[in-house]
């Protein structure tokens, strides 16, 4: 079973809100991704999570928050947001760093 | 720097035509790895295939083919007899090592439409 599960499948929010995406794997990988994609462009990589620790973090802005509960989950919390920041939240997994990485469905995300 | 070219912004075909999407990569590392990813309209990214740098072999796995050549440093992928499914944007991904960890560095993706 190759899943990545990421809820909401949709999310509207406005500038002062805070919300959460999840991403649920059960497939016994030990890196966790997520990934800001716009329109017509490649996934741009946020954070990895390798083994449950924090190990790549691409300058992303503090209104981006990621936690890793266990190994199997992966939050991302979001507060106050810009109109800038609607995109497709792509969360993936991989069994170790290096191998490839297997992609939830994603959240779109709209922020009013 | 890694970096990842496909020169290719679309392509067109008819059904049942062959296709070759191109990826040319740089990277100074000795290892390292490599990626095909499709994405169709609805979003989600499917993984199709990955090479390590030292397996120079071609390899098919259906109508889809790869041919990874390190003297050109170039990735390339067919697929034989496309079909309407086949209609996607399908990205290149090279790994750089980070942190201890790894990252993908994507190609801007070449959007392939396949019509009846």
């Known amino acids: 079973d190759t899943e990545v599960t990421q809820t909401p499948k949709h999310l509207v929010m406005g500038m002062t809100n805070k919300k959460s995406l999840k991403c649920e794997q059960h497939m016994g990988h030990r890196a966790m991704y997520w990934y800001k994609q716009k329109a017509k462009k490649p996934p741009e990589l946020m954070f990895v999570?390798?083994?449950?620790?924090?190990?790549i973090n691409e300058s992303v802005p503090s209104r981006f928050s990621p936690e890793c509960p266990n190994s199997s989950l992966l939050n991302l919390h979001l507060h106050a947001l810009q109109p800038e920041d609607s995109a497709l939240y792509l969360c993936?997994?991989?069994?170790?760093?290096?191998?490839?990485?297997?992609f939830g469905p994603g959240t779109r995300l709209t922020v009013t | 720097a890694q970096k990842v070219t496909q020169a290719q912004t679309e392509i067109s075909v008819v059904e049942k035509e062959d296709v070759t999407l191109d990826c040319v990569y740089e990277t100074r590392d000795t290892t390292y790895y490599l990626f095909w990813y499709k994405q169709p309209p609805s979003g989600e990214l499917v993984f199709l295939i990955r090479r390590n740098s030292f397996d120079e072999q071609n390899e098919i796995s259906g109508r889809y083919s790869w041919n990874f050549q390190k003297s050109t440093s170039s990735f390339n992928f067919t697929i034989t007899a496309s079909q309407v499914v086949d209609s996607a944007v399908y990205f290149c991904?090279?790994?750089?090592?980070?942190?201890?960890?790894?990252?993908?560095?994507f190609g801007k993706g070449t959007k392939l439409t396949v019509n009846p």
């Open positions: 993936a997994s991989s069994p170790v760093p290096s191998y490839e990485q297997y």
């Open positions: 999570y390798s083994y449950e620790k924090l190990s």
């Open positions: 991904a090279l790994s750089q090592p980070q942190g201890g960890s790894e990252k993908l560095v």
